[in-house]
Every structure is written in structure tokens, then in C-alpha cells.
């Protein structure tokens, strides 16, 4: 399913190296999907044109964080199979993928949870004293290796003072020194942040990247196919799902409320917008986690509607309830409520009030002409 | 690994080593030391990615082998042990160090050798950039320079300390934007190209702190590519990172002509400055001299040292000096003064001033190997 063509540093299907978990994709580097920024990256370290900044931004688990590592063994390994690669093999790339190369270094959330003096209970975004932990020890020279890669992750969660404190370092990188934000919301940074770091948008990944990587990593085909179809285009989330039932019955309950919302009465849907419409101050993630989900819903609808089952997201008895449902709805109707969906997530973005938004958004939807009970 | 050595050297060793322990880390491997057999001796070693700290303790060795354990842990155990043979093993790939001495045993759970950071040694480095140096005139050095150090790390290069090496002298000097120190040496040998470094001030600190009594000459190392400072001192190996840019150009900051300038008896002034700052800590710590030449040419002169504090009150102490030039008014910061005061050996130091606005020198009298310069505080008509 990978149809790019590949640069000349980038091997063919069969690259040198071993296979490890994550298995490594036929561009040569761990890295499920994303080809388009693997290329990019690759050909930096193959051509040694490697910029100070970049800025990751996508999904939760879409692969940010193994497209970031994947860059830094790649500038890292003492014994590169092929400019642009990694060995995988090497004392760099075994530091490296147990996460405890000196000169690769991760910030995030969980760190600095785990170190600040005093975080006073919460942690819900990266602070000033955070960033200037990092900026001090910036313009230290390498300890092992030629570069240093600092890995911020949870990027959209900096504050402003501390995306202002880092702007100090972004305008001024040592040499040996590349910054690597990964950033679930591009849009949650100053633009004179994003302006100063290439930017590398990550979209999700096709089911079947996802479905082929989890068989990689020797998940059963049949199993492998389950997963993907509800990972939303995530590798991350469906190899940690593979590895945590839970994770996925949760999923599993979140495309269930969607669906049954999708297929409640004009009187349901109202009162589950107002709902969600409340809880979104305090609970903005998982609100737009279950909008997300309803848009995966809803696109199904559309696919149904159009014949095209390959691109489904959801599939088995979920898919066959909105068969079912969308046979009652025409097609400019389903289109409609994609539409609509998309809408209320970008005035939500922008700060409508959420009851509002959400109400406009059900009030688009067609009218469901059975009268089965909800789920 | 399986290796033998006394209580009392394993004691020493954790303990100049523990210096380079990190305390607050994301890598668990920093808090811990690392044990490893050498060439028929132990070698134990310690970083916290900044500084590292490697030293050597002789040891029968039964089987080679290197573990990583919690540095804190493995000293508060060794540290209660008899003064008699400790036997330390593991079995790989077991993670376990097993700590013998008679009938007392601990096993502490380690971490792999491999994970630890590669610290590179002196010797390695043997045909690279290496110099060799008087201990303890680098440690007086240091402690003359390193306190000038800008503290808050907004720019880094200001949060280490220039050394320069050129021909036959090595050259120390810190600024942190108000003040500046500058202390030459010699070196044993002359170097081929002059080379600029520049150290953390903390790491200069605690070479300063390795090097104590040491009085065999220190061996200084720089890797070729530029990475890190190695220093030979004694048995222990000292590593420190360098940091990345380029020094200001200190040179252009030290004035060399003095429109007045004083010499006065170093403790005298230090007493009355020391007087002042009592009163000054209320007001900025502003200390101000006022300078009174003799009546005639070659009479001797006063400074007046003294400072206000609007709450509190003031004070005023006067200090006999020898003066050349006009009569003048210039405040310090009384930390400033302290600091300089406090670092200088000599019995007479010299003040020189260049108007109130002008940046003063402060240096020995007698020795022209250091100088410090520091620039005044405004201070309004009185
Ligand atoms: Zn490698």
C-alpha cells in the first residue's frame, strides 16, 4: 500500500537491519505511513542539510513521536547502512530505542511531571520553568555523538510565556542542536514559533498501513484488521490497543454513543448536544475525541451511501446499524451532517459557545425514519 | 563481575564520585555509579550530564564484568562496613550487585552498563589537544574568576567560564554583564594554536573542589571535536561539557588608563566595605567611594566608604590610600566589592575610576596576572 517513490537513501522492501518491534516500513525507518515526511527527513540526514527546528503536528498516536526518533537514530547511528538510515544496531540506535541516549533528550508533560519541584497537583500544560530547564542546558555541546536532538513533546500544551521563553533558543540553536515540537494542534502555537520551525503535518494513516503494521509486529491478519478499523488512522494507538484490550472496549464504547446519537430521535440528539455543549469547558479532550468519532460515523454513512465499503472506519455491526440508517436519507442529507459535524468542530476551535454549536450542528442532520429504540 | 577491594578506598571513591551524581533526572541510569573492571582495578565513575567524575581503586579481579547501582544506596552501605576486603559481583545478564564484607550482605538491584553515558578518558584522547598545568594555581584561578559568572543562564556563554589557551598561558575569565574577572596562568608547555573554551561555571567549580591539596601537575584535555574538557587529577578523571558560542571580547571592556587611582591596604578597605553593606542592603546594595586626594602632590589621601539607607540610616568609614588624580565619587555594588576583595591574596589592592559612569578596575598591586572590572551603579547628585 506504500506506492511512493523512494529516495535513493531510502531502501527497498528487504533494508538491511534487523527487525524489531516497531517493525521497520519498506522507507527503511520504523515509521508506519507518513512517507511523504519520512522522505523529508531522511533526505536532511542524507544530505546533511538538517534544519534546527521542526514542528510535528497530528493526532494523538499517529506517529510523531516514532517519526521524531526515527530521525534521531538516523542523525545518531555510529554505522549508517545507507545515508539516511539507521542501523538499529549500533551503541546510538540500542540508546536510542531504550531511550537513554545522552544527546536525545525528551520533554514532555509525564517528565515533567515527574521532575518539577513543585508541580502543585496539576499538569495539564508545560511551564516557563520547564522550558528554561531546557533552554539551560541547550548550549551544552553533544555528549556522545555529533548532534543533539531535543524532542518536545505535548507542544500544544506549552503556556505562552514558556513558547516565548523557547523562542530565545529557536532564534538563536547552537549548531549542533535540532528541535524536534511535536504538537497534537499546530494552531495552539505562536506563529512566530511555527514560523521559525519547519513544519511537518502528519495526517492519518490508511487502515491498511495500519493493519499491515500491527501484522508485522505479529498480530493475526483477522485481528490486525479489527484493530486498524477502529484506530482511525492512529499505528500508535492501534499497537497499544493490540496490546490493551481495554483500550480498545473503550473505543469500542466511545463509537457505540456516537452511533447511537447519530441514530437517536430529534429530541435525543438535542439533549445529548446540550450535554456534551456543558461538559466541554471541562472536559474539551474528550468532547472532541467523541466529535472526532462522530465524524468517523458520519463519513461512514456517506460511504455506505456512495457503495465505497473499502475507505469504511467502522466495520461489522457498527457499519451494518448505519446501513440500515442511512438507506431512510438521501445523499445531499448525509453530506449535509458531515458538514456539519466538521463546522461545529471549528467553531468550537474558535471558541462559539459550545451549546450553540452543538445545537446548530444536530439541528443539521436528517430525521431518522426508524423508530428503534436507543442502544 | 566478581572483584575485591578494601572498604576504605570503595569509601573514598563513591564519595569523589558522587559529586557528579544527578539528583533530579528523567534518566534513572544518572543516580547511579557505575562499577567496572579495568585493567586490574576497579573503576567507578559518575555523571550527571554536565560534569563526570571518574576515579580508580585498586582491586583484585576474579571475573571482569561492569553494573550501574543507585550511587546513593551502594555509599550508605559501604559507608557502615568494617575497613576490610568488600566483595562485589554480579552475574550477568543479572542486574544484581551483591555487596559482601564478612557477614553483612546487601543485593542491590542495578541497571545495565550499556545504558550509562560513554565517558571518554584522558588517555583516549592522548593525541588530541592536551595541556599541563600547576594544581594549585589553577584552583586559586578559578576561585578568582568563577563567581563572576552570570547565575541565570538567560545567555549561556555568560553561565561558563572562558579558557583560553594560548602560547604558554592560560587564560580564565567570567562576566555576567556587570562585572567582569580575568586571571592568567602558565602553562608547562607552550600550545600550538590558541584555543577558546568555555566551561560551566559549576563544573569549574567542582574541578576547583577535585583538584583540594593536589600538588602534581593536572592534565587538561580538550576531545577533538571540541565536546568536552578532561582533567587529569591524581587518580580521578574529571570531564566536564563545554558550552557552544563564542566569548565577548573581554579585552575591550578593561580599561587601561585611570583618570584617579587608588591604593589602599586590602583588609582596611574590605573592613569599611564590609561596614557599608550593612546599611546598603536596604538600597540596592549601593556602596559609595568618595575619594579625597592628599592636600599636596605625594600627601596621602582618604576614601570614604560609605552608604544609605533611607529607613535604616547610614554609615561612613574612611581608609587611608595613596591617590593620583583629581578628587572623584563613584558607587559599587558592596557584593561586588566583597567578592573581589575576598578572592585577592595581596596586602594592597588598587582601585581604578574613570568618573562615576565609567567602569572601574579593582586588581592587586603587585601582580598584573589579574584583573576585575566592575561597573558602577548610578547614583544621583547628593
Ligand atoms: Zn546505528
Partial sequence: ?375 | MKVSCLQDGLQRALAQVSRAVATKTALPVLSNVLLSTDEGRLRVAATNLEIGITTWVGASIDEEGKLTVDARLLSEFVNTLPNAPVQLSSESPRTILTVQSGRDKAGINGIDAEDFPVIPSIDAEAEGFSVEVDPQVLREMIGQVEFAAATDESRPVLAGVLARFEGQTLTLAAADGFRLAVRHGELTQPVPERLDTIVPARAMRELARIIGDQTDPIRIAITPNRSQLLARVGETEFLSRLIDGTFPDFRQIIPREFATRLELGREAFQNAVRRASYFARDNNDVVRLTVHPGEEEFMPGTVEVSATAAERGNSQSFVDASITGPETQIAFNARYLADVLGVLKQGQVVVGVNGANQAGVVKASTAEDYTHVIMPMVIGAQ
Fill in chain 1, 1 to 375: 500500500m506504500v506506492t511512493r517513490s523512494k529516495p535513493v537513501a531510502a531502501a527497498g522492501p528487504g533494508a538491511p537491519g534487523p527487525l524489531t518491534t516497531p517493525a521497520v516500513a519498506p522507507h527503511g525507518w520504523p515509521v508506519w505511513g507518513h512517507d511523504a515526511a519520512v522522505e523529508t527527513l531522511q533526505g536532511a540526514v542524507a544530505r546533511d542539510r538538517v534544519r534546527h527546528a521542526y514542528l510535528i503536528a497530528g493526532p494523538d498516536a499517529v506517529g510523531k513521536t516514532a517519526l521524531a526518533l526515527a530521525f534521531a537514530a538516523a542523525l545518531s547511528c555510529l554505522e549508517p547502512p545507507a545515508p539516511g538510515l539507521a542501523c538499529g544496531a549500533c551503541r546510538s540506535c540500542r540508546k536510542i530505542g531504550r531511550g537513554v541516549h545522552p544527546d536525545v533528550q525528551s520533554w514532555d508533560l509525564a517528565r515533567q511531571a515527574a521532575t518539577a519541584e513543585k508541580s502543585g497537583g496539576k499538569n495539564t500544560s508545560m511551564t516557563i520553568e520547564t522550558v528554561r530547564e531546557l533552554c539551560a542546558t541547550a548550549a551544552l555541546r553533544p555528549m556522545e555523538g555529533r548532534w543533539r536532538v531535543v524532542l518536545v513533546d505535548d507542544a500544544e500544551t506549552l503556556q505562552e510565556t514558556a513558547q516565548e521563553a523557547l523562542l530565545k533558543t529557536l532564534e538563536e540553536p547552537p549548531a549542533f542542536m535540532t528541535l524536534l515540537l511535536l504538537a497534537d494542534d499546530l494552531e495552539l502555537l505562536l506563529p512566530t514559533i511555527r514560523s521559525r520551525c519547519q513544519v511537518i503535518e502528519l495526517r492519518p494513516v490508511p487502515r491498511a498501513t495500519v493493519a499491515a503494521s500491527l501484522v508485522a509486529a505479529g498480530l493475526p491478519e483477522p485481528r490486525a484488521v479489527e484493530v486498524a478499523a477502529l484506530a482511525g488512522g492512529r499505528p500508535g494507538w492501534a499497537h497499544r490497543a493490540a496490546a490493551d484490550p481495554k483500550l480498545l472496549q473503550r473505543r469500542q464504547e466511545t463509537v457505540d454513543r456516537a452511533l447511537a446519537w447519530v441514530a437517536g430521535s430529534g429530541y435525543d440528539r438535542l439533549v445529548t448536544a446540550v450535554r456534551l455543549g456543558d461538559t466541554f469547558t471541562k472536559k474539551r479532550g474528550e468532547v472532541f475525541a467523541d466529535l472526532e468519532t462522530l465524524l468517523g460515523v458520519w463519513r461512514d454513512a456517506l460511504l455506505l451511501h456512495a457503495a465505497q465499503p473499502t475507505y469504511l472506519t467502522h466495520r461489522g455491526e457498527t457499519a451494518e446499524r448505519l446501513q440500515e440508517l442511512a438507506r431512510g436519507w438521501a445523499l445531499d442529507d448525509v453530506h449535509r451532517a458531515v458538514c456539519a459535524v466538521q463546522t461545529c468542530i471549528g467553531d468550537l476551535e474558535a471558541n462559539v459557545r459550545p451549546r450553540l454549536a452543538m445545537e446548530s450542528m444536530v439541528s443539521q442532520w436528517p430525521t431518522t425514519t426508524t423508530s428503534r429504540p436507543r442502544p
